[in-house]
């Protein structure tokens, strides 16, 4: 027998009329209290983090717009007691060392990347390069100009921008490879017997199938290596002598010019017109990290696997 004051007691309740039932929390009890702390210390966490980052663009933005004209782009930079000149000299030094050491990066971090994937297997080997290529991303941009230094200017016996690409290029190697490697395991092994079974070899699996699957995050990672070579200025103080001239094209010169290490000749000098050209090619190289950022991110929206 059904207790009628029971069932009177659901009918009157609002929940029950309108098909829905409501869940009353108790906003003090020690669950919700946790859950609030928490979420105002990852708040806070997040704040924490943005600060500093939008505090140095703020600063860069405000200190280098000043000298941000036409003539930054077209002109050479200048020397102390001059008030006008740019930086255009650095900006294609820039761009000649890190396009010469993407050119020697990119082809042995993909195949080293293709090698650990596709034809490594899990032995022994394979685990300890992985673990090395980890430690060499970790290492301090100054080791790879001290071995750059040892390596090829000391047995050369003078500096040169070959030197200077190779020190870079060292710096970029683990990114690269660490990207690649995890680009192809993710590609599905299905294309891979698909790929075996219609005839092909294991080299044209890899080569023609695998690779292009996994080429958005193979741009990430060599657009990623691409702006942290472009900002390191350690290597190049062991490699090249600076220069405010164009640069001469010729691999084995000794002199660059270069956006990292203009910022570090004018900004360590008392000359307030040469600080405001660093605060600019500070500014110039932030934008041109950004660039690759956006391009690495944009990179990674075309539909994968």
């Not at 829905?20 to 704040?47: H, Y």
């Not at 004209?69 to 030094?93: E, H, R, Y």
């Not at 004018?266 to 041109?288: H, M, N, P």
């Amino acid at each position: 027998m059904s207790n009628p004051s029971k069932n009177q007691n659901y009918s009157e309740s609002p929940g029950y009329r309108t098909g829905k039932i409501s869940l009353i929390r108790n906003s003090k009890s020690p669950r919700n209290i946790f859950e609030l702390v928490m979420t105002g210390l990852s708040v806070s966490c997040i704040a924490i983090t943005l600060i500093p980052l939008f505090a140095v663009l703020f600063y860069v933005l405000v200190k280098g717009s000043a000298r941000l004209n036409l003539d930054l782009f077209t002109k050479l930079p200048p020397v102390a007691g001059q008030t006008t000149g740019g930086i255009a000299s650095a900006i294609l030094g820039t761009i000649q060392v890190v396009s010469i050491a993407t050119l020697i990066a990119v082809p042995f971090g993909i195949l080293a990347a293709i090698f650990l994937s596709e034809f490594g297997g899990n032995g022994q080997v394979v685990r300890w390069i992985r673990f090395i290529t980890n430690v060499l991303s970790g290492v301090p941009s100054i080791i790879a100009g001290v071995f750059a230094y040892s390596l090829i200017v000391l047995k050369m016996g003078t500096f040169s921008v070959l030197a200077g690409a190779i020190s870079l290029s060292v710096l970029m190697l683990p990114t690269i490879i660490r990207t690649t490697d995890e680009a192809l395991q993710i590609v599905p092994q299905e294309i891979r017997w698909a790929s075996v079974g219609v005839g092909a070899s294991n080299y044209q699996t890899a080569l023609q199938v695998v690779l292009p699957a996994a080429l958005p995050a193979i741009l990430t990672g060599v657009t990623l290596g691409v702006a942290r070579a472009a900002g390191e200025t350690a290597p190049l103080l062991f490699t090249v002598v600076y220069t405010n001239n164009w640069p001469s094209g010729n691999l084995l010169s000794p002199t660059l010019p270069s956006l990292a290490y203009l910022v570090f000749e004018f900004a360590r000098g008392f000359d307030k017109v040469l600080q405001e050209f660093a605060w600019a090619a500070s500014l110039v190289l932030v934008i041109l990290v950004l660039l690759t950022s956006v391009i690495a991110r944009f990179a990674t929206r075309q539909k994968q696997f």
